[in-house]
């Protein structure tokens, strides 16, 4: 990442104005302006082809799976998306709200899987499964019910299939033959197999049950939401609306329940001891490598504490054989690896940076396996013949994301397997350490190809080389990459931040600048990745964009992270209030003209900027923004803040509502989905009535039927870019 000393100096050189502006409309056209890319990519458990989803070139709604022989020759079309489902279908509410938490935008293939054996993948298409013989090479209907099969899995040896419909478990023989139902009696409110609300949208677990290894037993959990409040929520489509009967818990009010139990193929079900407490979250469940013993994470619904167990699933007796304990709270990773030997692999941040510790099958520390002052981001695979890890980390900046391998049996330094100055994303091979990598920066559309374990190339997957005939070659002379540069922050932290000048920029004029804001716990927003080719559209229009990363910010140091611990909305507003500054010190920005949009938490963001005392910013675009944070889930918000009992200050802090008599008139437009089910729309409700009640004019844009994240169509998108585009026009130019 280029730092701003040397980068500022060459902003102040003018730029020549550049040909072929890129037409708004073909940003949201077929085929992706941003060119072929791999996405869902996996290696074949042969580790002689590898597997991708892609979008059609002449539909972007639409996806296909795509599979390429290790050994070389063009990639070819496994499963035909289009051809699978031709035509669009209504899905269940059930599927619905799987794909919004997943955020999936498109049809066809959206997801598959590989069994172990590598006979054959399983690719669930719009509410029905198709498995595809490797053998064969064919593909097959399993089901042919009115319903929709949800959760779709190969059983790891691939003897079964197996899915949830209508709130219980079937499987079903992959070569064919009858239905079995694993569970009865699931309804919607106490249903068998499916991961809640919470667990699918806050804490990263998408499913509710898990095979054993050779295939003779499910774990299973049991969700009973009948304690959970009914929070009626309006869903406005195009042609009627409706009234949802949601139930969502909100801080300080009780969550589901949830039960676990192990159930044999051939035998008894049996109910796992979960402890006496049932005011717990049901965080990870992992079995052994042979099957013999159920590791469960268990977490404290304050999120301090965070349990392993040990259970014998015959009897479903268990012990905890590790704990980690924060006094701010304990996030949830996918961390955990159970090793062949019995011993495993966990990350922890015991150390103020999340590491890589290696246990005995009993919990005892056997030795720390990477160290220093940077984060582990995640581990990517395994090779246990060589006793290596692959993980993710930002070790060279926070904004740069490389691979790396290391020993987890003897003191080594890690290893890096991939190129500095970008980022990458990869899938690891179960043996042997191959891997297919994807490559990114502000230049390079992302790029995927397939790598030895140490890192050599051997094909390439998707060049997507941005060259003559890619998309959008003959607009990347338009294309600037960002500036990278630091400032303080109060407490003497490093605040990373990035900025983008139009084509043509000359550092004689003042330009408005627009400050793209998320802000909350997440990953870095300031990144050396390839953008949205929608950012293009404020560029083009004579915009500076520009991004920083406050506190909260994960992948940086514990205290950095956790500096925002019940006062969300706080500190970060005060590091971008102090980015706004640094802006309006620049000599070719426009300190009068600075806006800001963000979504969600962003919108957040953007709420509390506009009316921050004697705010600098003269526009602002909220899109789905919390305006309270009692109205929001339990998992994500007691987790920063505790309950409103506990921490009434900190609620009441950041409270948009109180804050609004300082908005400006005319300042803000307001977008929101009118089904969403996650920022539910009376926080923006609350918002118009209480602006029009005090008589400050403001701008609504809603969005009939759309959701927070998910159903957003291409034409959708638009609409939305070439709005935020007229209001700062009006705002920021006249």
């Given at each position: 990442?280029?730092?701003?000393?040397?980068?500022?100096?060459?902003?102040l050189?003018?730029?020549?104005a550049?040909?072929?502006?890129?037409?708004?409309?073909?940003?949201?056209?077929?085929?992706?302006?941003?060119?072929?890319?791999?996405?869902?990519?996996?290696?074949?458990?042969?580790?002689?082809?590898?597997?991708?989803?892609?979008?059609?070139?002449?539909?972007?709604?639409?996806?296909?799976?795509?599979?390429?022989?290790?050994?070389?020759?063009?990639?070819?079309?496994?499963?035909?998306?289009?051809?699978?489902?031709?035509?669009?279908?209504?899905?269940?509410?059930?599927?619905?709200?799987?794909?919004?938490?997943?955020?999936?935008?498109?049809?066809?293939?959206?997801?598959?899987?590989?069994?172990?054996?590598?006979?054959?993948?399983?690719?669930?298409?719009?509410?029905?499964?198709?498995?595809?013989?490797?053998?064969?090479?064919?593909?097959?209907?399993?089901?042919?019910?009115?319903?929709?099969?949800?959760?779709?899995?190969?059983?790891p040896?691939?003897?079964?299939?197996?899915?949830?419909?209508?709130?219980?478990?079937?499987?079903?023989?992959?070569?064919?033959?009858?239905?079995?139902?694993?569970?009865?009696?699931?309804?919607?409110?106490?249903?068998?197999?499916?991961?809640?609300?919470?667990?699918?949208?806050?804490?990263?677990?998408?499913?509710?049950?898990?095979?054993?290894?050779?295939?003779?037993?499910?774990a299973?959990?049991?969700?009973?939401?009948?304690?959970?409040?009914?929070?009626?929520?309006?869903?406005?489509?195009?042609?009627?609306?409706?009234?949802?009967?949601?139930?969502?818990?909100?801080?300080?009010?009780?969550?589901?329940?949830?039960?676990?139990?192990?159930?044999?193929?051939?035998?008894?079900?049996?109910?796992?001891?979960?402890?006496?407490?049932?005011?717990?979250?049901?965080?990870?469940v992992?079995?052994?490598?042979?099957?013999?013993?159920?590791?469960?994470?268990?977490?404290?619904?304050?999120?301090?504490?965070?349990?392993?167990?040990?259970?014998?699933?015959?009897?479903?007796?268990?012990?905890?054989?590790?704990?980690?304990?924060?006094?701010?709270?304990?996030?949830?990773?996918?961390?955990?690896?159970?090793?062949?030997d019995g011993?495993?692999?966990?990350?922890?941040?015991?150390s103020?940076?999340?590491?890589?510790?290696?246990?005995?099958?009993?919990?005892?520390?056997?030795?720390?396996?990477?160290?220093?002052?940077?984060?582990?981001?995640?581990?990517?695979?395994?090779?246990?013949?060589?006793?290596?890890?692959?993980?993710?980390?930002?070790?060279?900046?926070?904004?740069?994301?490389?691979?790396?391998?290391?020993?987890?049996?003897?003191?080594?330094?890690?290893?890096?397997?991939?190129?500095?100055?970008?980022?990458?994303?990869?899938?690891?091979?179960?043996?042997?350490?191959?891997?297919?990598?994807?490559y990114?920066?502000?230049?390079?559309?992302?790029?995927?190809?397939?790598?030895?374990?140490?890192?050599?190339?051997?094909?390439?997957?998707?060049?997507?080389?941005?060259?003559?005939g890619?998309?959008?070659?003959?607009?990347?002379?338009?294309?600037?990459?960002?500036?990278?540069?630091?400032?303080?922050?109060?407490?003497?932290?490093?605040?990373?931040?990035?900025?983008?000048?139009?084509?043509?920029?000359?550092?004689?004029?003042?330009?408005?600048?627009?400050?793209?804001?998320?802000?909350?716990p997440?990953?870095?927003?300031?990144?050396a990745n390839?953008?949205?080719?929608?950012?293009?559209?404020?560029?083009?229009?004579?915009?500076i964009?520009?991004?920083?990363?406050?506190?909260?910010?994960?992948?940086?140091?514990?205290?950095?992270?956790?500096?925002?611990?019940?006062?969300?909305?706080?500190?970060?507003?005060?590091?971008?209030?102090?980015?706004?500054?640094?802006?309006?010190?620049?000599?070719?920005?426009?300190?009068?003209?600075?806006?800001?949009?963000?979504?969600?938490?962003?919108?957040?963001?953007?709420?509390?900027?506009?009316?921050?005392?004697?705010?600098?910013?003269?526009?602002?675009?909220?899109?789905?923004?919390?305006?309270?944070?009692?109205?929001?889930?339990?998992?994500?918000?007691?987790?920063f803040?505790?309950?409103?009992?506990?921490?009434?200050?900190?609620?009441?802090?950041?409270?948009?509502?109180?804050?609004l008599?300082?908005?400006?008139?005319?300042?803000?437009?307001?977008?929101?989905?009118?089904?969403?089910?996650?920022?539910?729309?009376?926080?923006?409700?609350?918002?118009?009535?209480?602006?029009?009640?005090?008589?400050?004019?403001?701008?609504?844009?809603?969005?009939?039927?759309?959701?927070?994240?998910?159903?957003?169509?291409?034409?959708?998108?638009?609409?939305?870019?070439?709005?935020?585009?007229?209001?700062?026009?009006?705002?920021?130019?006249?």
């Amino acid at each position: 990442m280029k730092l701003a000393s040397a980068a500022l100096a060459a902003l102040l050189v003018a730029q020549p104005a550049m040909a072929e502006q890129l037409p708004p409309k073909r940003i949201f056209d077929s085929p992706d302006i941003s060119g072929p890319r791999a996405r869902g990519v996996k290696l074949s458990p042969d580790g002689k082809s590898v597997t991708y989803i892609k979008t059609r070139a002449d539909d972007l709604t639409i996806a296909d799976l795509w599979v390429a022989d290790v050994g070389g020759g063009e990639p070819r079309l496994l499963l035909d998306g289009k051809h699978l489902a031709p035509a669009v279908r209504e899905l269940s509410e059930a599927e619905k709200a799987r794909r919004e938490r997943a955020g999936v935008a498109t049809r066809g293939v959206v997801d598959y899987a590989w069994d172990t054996q590598g006979k054959v993948i399983l690719a669930p298409v719009e509410g029905d499964i198709f498995v595809y013989d490797v053998a064969a090479k064919q593909a097959r209907r399993v089901t042919r019910t009115p319903g929709d099969e949800i959760d779709a899995k190969v059983s790891p040896k691939g003897g079964f299939v197996s899915y949830v419909r209508d709130d219980n478990l079937y499987v079903t023989p992959t070569a064919g033959g009858a239905e079995r139902a694993i569970t009865e009696g699931g309804t919607e409110l106490k249903s068998w197999g499916t991961a809640e609300f919470i667990a699918q949208e806050e804490m990263d677990r998408d499913t509710g049950y898990w095979w054993s290894p050779d295939d003779k037993a499910i774990a299973i959990a049991f969700v009973d939401q009948t304690g959970v409040d009914v929070v009626d929520r309006p869903e406005v489509g195009a042609t009627g609306a409706k009234v949802v009967a949601q139930r969502y818990p909100r801080p300080g009010r009780p969550n589901a329940k949830v039960d676990l139990y192990v159930h044999p193929l051939d035998g008894q079900r049996v109910k796992v001891d979960l402890g006496e407490n049932a005011d717990i979250y049901l965080a990870r469940v992992a079995w052994a490598k042979d099957g013999k013993t159920l590791y469960v994470q268990r977490q404290t619904r304050d999120q301090r504490r965070l349990d392993l167990l040990a259970v014998d699933p015959a009897t479903g007796k268990g012990q905890v054989i590790l704990t980690a304990t924060s006094p701010h709270w304990v996030d949830l990773t996918d961390d955990f690896k159970p090793l062949k030997d019995g011993t495993f692999l966990w990350s922890s941040e015991r150390s103020g940076f999340r590491h890589l510790y290696r246990y005995a099958r009993d919990g005892k520390l056997i030795r720390q396996v990477t160290e220093g002052d940077w984060p582990v981001e995640e581990i990517e695979g395994l090779d246990e013949a060589k006793q290596t890890v692959v993980f993710s980390a930002h070790r060279d900046s926070p904004g740069e994301r490389r691979i790396y391998a290391v020993s987890y049996a003897k003191p080594t330094e890690p290893r890096p397997l991939t190129s500095a100055g970008g980022w990458w994303t990869v899938t690891v091979a179960d043996k042997g350490g191959a891997f297919a990598g994807t490559y990114e920066d502000p230049r390079t559309p992302p790029q995927t190809a397939l790598y030895r374990a140490d890192g050599t190339r051997v094909r390439w997957i998707e060049e997507n080389a941005l060259k003559a005939g890619h998309p959008f070659w003959p607009y990347a002379e338009r294309l600037r990459p960002p500036t990278f540069g630091t400032i303080k922050a109060a407490d003497g932290s490093d605040l990373w931040w990035s900025m983008r000048t139009p084509p043509g920029f000359g550092a004689a004029r003042k330009y408005p600048v627009i400050v793209q804001v998320y802000g909350g716990p997440s990953g870095p927003r300031v990144a050396a990745n390839w953008h949205t080719p929608e950012d293009q559209i404020l560029l083009d229009a004579g915009y500076i964009l520009f991004r920083l990363d406050n506190r909260g910010v994960g992948f940086r140091s514990v205290a950095f992270k956790t500096a925002i611990d019940r006062k969300l909305g706080q500190l970060e507003v005060d590091d971008q209030l102090a980015g706004a500054a640094y802006l309006r010190t620049l000599p070719y920005v426009d300190a009068n003209r600075l806006g800001v949009t963000g979504w969600s938490y962003g919108g957040f963001m953007t709420l509390l900027m506009l009316t921050a005392p004697d705010s600098p910013f003269k526009a602002g675009v909220a899109g789905a923004p919390v305006t309270d944070w009692k109205l929001y889930d339990t998992h994500y918000t007691e987790r920063f803040m505790g309950t409103p009992a506990d921490n009434a200050a900190g609620y009441s802090a950041t409270e948009v509502v109180s804050r609004l008599p300082r908005l400006k008139a005319g300042s803000l437009l307001l977008m929101h989905g009118m089904a969403d089910d996650n920022v539910t729309f009376d926080h923006s409700t609350r918002v118009l009535f209480a602006l029009q009640a005090q008589g400050t004019p403001f701008e609504m844009m809603a969005y009939p039927g759309l959701r927070h994240r998910g159903g957003w169509t291409p034409t959708n998108r638009m609409h939305r870019a070439m709005t935020t585009l007229e209001f700062f026009d009006r705002k920021l130019k006249e």
